[in-house]
């Protein structure tokens, strides 16, 4: 069962989607599971052939529980779990695969028992709900969809807010901020989009985001997670992107390797992220290895935001709104485009000293957007 968030101690498996003797391959969504942000969509990180499953659909298990055995190419078989920092829990007792469901008769609905409850759970009558299963079987993800926004969301909630009490409790945060003159950047992303059709243009997001993963892969310390009572930097620059959801939380999938990937590659990997975030389709991985997270409320007017860590990661980068104001330059006032951005840092990892640098090389990439 793979980690999914700070706070997540166990998941519910909501159907296997593939069989044992089944060949997969790396990247290959396997499995949905059933969290308090939701159905996640669980992927293989090795390649051969599925051995053993050793859970059935509607268990609910800790986070660390193998659920299958896989037989790699050229070894022996061995769990298969998502990477997590939690511990790993004791192996499951290896059990049969569920046998399918008999048909439904003629008129009647299918529905797994798993969605069955979670929809009494819920409240939702399952006639007005759409079955994508086999055979048009309700699912648990059919239930979720069709859940009220105000429903769906105070499960998150609780999840959200117990991530962030562990997050005050144990981090001795610090907060530095800095202005940013990013007009020479607003003037680059203007003249690049007049060229493009409005499907095409690319939003500021991008960019700034490049600046944030090359600055974090000049100062390391900044991108990692304290575990364990140690440091453990990131092995890449994998962007946890704040995504705000229609019915209300948030979540904050990764944008993996984000400091090596062409700006342009990255705006089409964002806008694919929110929206399969928003359609309830992320990806195990995605919410289970960011090494920093990024939160922006620009979109929203507020010039400036001190965010709360995302435990175990040890800083987080706030991005406010772009707003015309007075600015020396030359020693002549005038206006320009500015952008507040600041640090959540951990000091248990670094001081300030070594969050100002960061903030201040990062203002140095911002100034040559025609670089990132």
């Not at 330059?329 to 640098?357: C, F, K, M, P, Y």
């Amino acid at each position: 069962m793979p980690s999914l968030g700070a706070d997540m101690v166990a998941g519910t498996l909501v159907e296997w989607l593939v069989t044992v003797g089944q060949p997969v391959t790396r990247g290959q969504i396997i499995a949905e599971v059933e969290t308090e942000k939701g159905v996640v969509e669980v992927e293989v990180f090795e390649t051969g052939a599925i051995e053993e499953l050793l859970v059935v659909p509607g268990t609910k298990v800790p986070v660390g529980t193998p659920l299958a055995r896989i037989k790699t190419e050229g070894g022996p078989a061995g769990a298969l779990a998502a990477p997590s920092e939690a511990k790993p829990a004791p192996a499951a007792p290896p059990v049969a695969a569920a046998a399918p469901e008999p048909a439904a008769p003629a008129g009647r609905q299918r529905v797994s028992p798993l969605a069955r409850k979670r929809a009494e759970d819920l409240g939702i009558g399952l006639d007005r709900v759409v079955g994508t299963g086999p055979a048009g079987a309700v699912t648990v993800a059919d239930v979720e969809r069709s859940a009220a926004p105000g429903v769906r969301s105070q499960a998150m909630r609780r999840a959200i807010g117990a991530a962030m009490s562990r997050s005050k409790r144990e981090i001795p945060h610090y907060y530095l901020a800095t202005d940013i003159d990013v007009t020479p950047l607003s003037d680059w992303l203007a003249a690049r989009n007049a060229s493009r059709p409005v499907t095409d243009r690319m939003l500021v997001a991008a960019p700034l985001l490049k600046g944030v993963a090359l600055a974090l892969s000049k100062h390391p310390s900044l991108n990692g997670t304290f575990v364990d009572g140690q440091f453990r930097q990131g092995p890449a620059v994998h962007l946890g992107v704040a995504i705000s959801l229609r019915g209300g939380g948030l979540m904050a999938p990764a944008l993996h390797d984000a400091a090596t990937k062409p700006v342009d590659t990255l705006m089409t990997e964002l806008t694919d992220l929110i929206n399969r975030v928003r359609a309830g389709s992320v990806r195990s991985s995605e919410l289970a290895d960011p090494t920093v997270t990024v939160t922006s409320l620009g979109e929203t007017g507020v010039p400036t935001v001190f965010g709360i860590i995302f435990p175990p990661q040890v800083a987080l980068i706030g991005l406010g709104r772009i707003v015309a104001r007075p600015w020396v330059v030359d020693g002549a006032l005038i206006s320009r485009q500015i952008l507040t951005a600041t640090l959540s840092a951990d000091h248990r990892v670094t001081d300030g000293h070594e969050g100002a640098r960061f903030l201040t090389t990062l203002d140095r990439l911002l100034q040559e957007p025609e670089r990132l």
